[in-house]
């Protein structure tokens, strides 16, 4: 029933010990004040006003849980120790109203506010004591200041909410920032080993061509172009070296180790294997000696489709398939296995990547649901006769 504010963590959050002792305390202090107030005028009040006068304020234990409930709660006690005859104090209702204005929605707080301020009144005139503690202006002043406390509290408190919403939204901000610089540099210093790359290559190109062409006549001048050529080629290297550490990512370390190739696809189908994919690896045609960036892919593409067939099938088998042909390389990954998720095409985005690397090899790539069940990756890649 309480309509509190949406951002506020103090309406949701669990209450700890020091709330409830304090609420308590506060319950205890309003049900006394009720209670010293009907006593006060009257020696022998009636049982029920009594009883009233206490559950007034002894309800505002639970005055955070359900503020709305409590205070109409606790205004009905004071009404009913009105009606019974004694003169109630009406500090407890305030001490409610107070806590709506401060927990509840500025529209509710506002319907506190209507039902507080009569009634109060009513209590400050109907009873039957000499003197009451506030008088019908009074009654009505009081209402007002205990719902504009309650206010200003909750005003506070959304205005730090704010600033703490503000300055957590600047701190992503300057990480976005930052990654974006971090990204743009890296863009940069990637252009610049490209240029570094193709100048490179240029040059040793051209000197390795002019050696040629002079080696026979003159094997001298071959031999100086030659050693340029190398001069050259360990300068670039040590360039790319340099570069590439920028590239690198502070958490990645060096790579020590060499690039996967084909030879390493039977520990790669091994591994697999080991982690409960029943797979095998298939050869036709005699295997030949591949450029190195070939392989690499080869083996990256045969690694995403079985770790896309781990994650997303349950297959009784799995059969990687490499077929060496006159010029070209055909590889095929299929499973029996059907998806975890209904209506999945293919699972994952790795896809995307086998394609990119199937087009850097001027190859065509097929991926799709098979008609007996289960998954198939095709890719055939073209090798030339003399690769």
């Given at each position: 029933m309480t309509a509190?504010?949406?951002?506020?963590?103090?309406?949701?959050?669990?209450?700890?010990?020091?709330?409830?002792?304090?609420?308590?305390a506060v319950a205890l202090a309003a049900a006394a004040v009720e209670l010293g107030w009907v006593l006060g005028y009257d020696r022998s009040p009636p049982p029920v006003a009594v009883g009233l006068a206490f559950l007034a304020g002894a309800v505002l234990v639970w005055r955070r849980r359900q503020p709305l409930v409590i205070l109409g709660v606790s205004l009905a006690a004071v009404l009913g120790v009105t009606i019974a005859g004694a003169s109630p104090s009406g500090f407890a209702?305030?001490?409610?109203?107070y806590t709506v204005a401060a927990m509840c929605e500025r529209r509710?707080?506002?319907?506190?506010?209507?039902?507080?301020?009569?009634?109060?009144?009513?209590?400050?005139?109907?009873?039957?004591?000499?003197?009451?503690?506030?008088?019908?202006?009074?009654?009505?002043?009081?209402?007002?200041?205990?719902?504009?406390?309650?206010?200003?509290v909750e005003t506070r408190r959304e205005f730090r909410r704010e600033l703490d919403r503000r300055a957590a939204l600047l701190e992503r901000e300057r990480d976005q920032l930052a990654r974006i610089g971090v990204h743009e540099e890296r863009a940069s210093i990637a252009r610049e080993l490209h240029d570094i790359v193709a100048h490179?290559?240029?040059?040793?190109?051209?000197?390795?061509?002019?050696?040629r062409d002079v080696l026979r006549s003159d094997p001298d001048i071959a031999d100086a172009t030659l050693g340029k050529v190398e001069t050259s080629a360990e300068q670039s290297l040590a360039e790319l070296r340099r570069i590439l550490a920028l590239l690198r990512e502070p958490s990645d370390g060096a790579e020590s180790r060499p690039q996967p190739s084909l030879a390493q696809l039977d520990e790669l189908v091994a591994e697999y294997r080991d982690a409960g994919l029943p797979v095998a690896l298939e050869r036709i045609g005699a295997q030949r000696s591949l450029p190195g960036g070939f392989e690499l892919s080869v083996y990256r593409i045969v690694q995403e489709a079985?770790?896309?067939?781990?994650?997303?099938?349950?297959?009784?088998?799995?059969?990687v398939t490499l077929a060496f042909r006159d010029s070209r390389l055909d590889l095929e990954v299929i499973d029996d296995g059907s998806p975890q998720r209904q209506h999945a095409v293919v699972p994952g985005h790795g896809l995307v990547g086998m394609r990119e690397r199937v087009a850097l090899l001027g190859g065509e790539l097929e991926a799709g649901r098979r008609a007996g069940g289960g998954f198939r990756v095709a890719a055939r890649l073209p090798v030339g006769g003399d690769a």
């Amino acid at each position: 029933m309480t309509a509190a504010r949406e951002p506020s963590q103090d309406a949701r959050r669990p209450l700890g010990r020091r709330a409830w002792a304090f609420d308590a305390a506060v319950a205890l202090a309003a049900a006394a004040v009720e209670l010293g107030w009907v006593l006060g005028y009257d020696r022998s009040p009636p049982p029920v006003a009594v009883g009233l006068a206490f559950l007034a304020g002894a309800v505002l234990v639970w005055r955070r849980r359900q503020p709305l409930v409590i205070l109409g709660v606790s205004l009905a006690a004071v009404l009913g120790v009105t009606i019974a005859g004694a003169s109630p104090s009406g500090f407890a209702p305030l001490v409610a109203l107070y806590t709506v204005a401060a927990m509840c929605e500025r529209r509710s707080s506002l319907a506190g506010l209507a039902l507080t301020a009569p009634i109060t009144l009513v209590a400050s005139v109907a009873g039957p004591a000499d003197e009451q503690l506030v008088d019908p202006i009074a009654a009505v002043l009081c209402s007002g200041a205990a719902w504009g406390l309650g206010v200003y509290v909750e005003t506070r408190r959304e205005f730090r909410r704010e600033l703490d919403r503000r300055a957590a939204l600047l701190e992503r901000e300057r990480d976005q920032l930052a990654r974006i610089g971090v990204h743009e540099e890296r863009a940069s210093i990637a252009r610049e080993l490209h240029d570094i790359v193709a100048h490179s290559v240029s040059v040793m190109l051209v000197g390795v061509r002019g050696a040629r062409d002079v080696l026979r006549s003159d094997p001298d001048i071959a031999d100086a172009t030659l050693g340029k050529v190398e001069t050259s080629a360990e300068q670039s290297l040590a360039e790319l070296r340099r570069i590439l550490a920028l590239l690198r990512e502070p958490s990645d370390g060096a790579e020590s180790r060499p690039q996967p190739s084909l030879a390493q696809l039977d520990e790669l189908v091994a591994e697999y294997r080991d982690a409960g994919l029943p797979v095998a690896l298939e050869r036709i045609g005699a295997q030949r000696s591949l450029p190195g960036g070939f392989e690499l892919s080869v083996y990256r593409i045969v690694q995403e489709a079985l770790t896309n067939v781990l994650k997303h099938a349950h297959p009784k088998r799995v059969v990687v398939t490499l077929a060496f042909r006159d010029s070209r390389l055909d590889l095929e990954v299929i499973d029996d296995g059907s998806p975890q998720r209904q209506h999945a095409v293919v699972p994952g985005h790795g896809l995307v990547g086998m394609r990119e690397r199937v087009a850097l090899l001027g190859g065509e790539l097929e991926a799709g649901r098979r008609a007996g069940g289960g998954f198939r990756v095709a890719a055939r890649l073209p090798v030339g006769g003399d690769a």
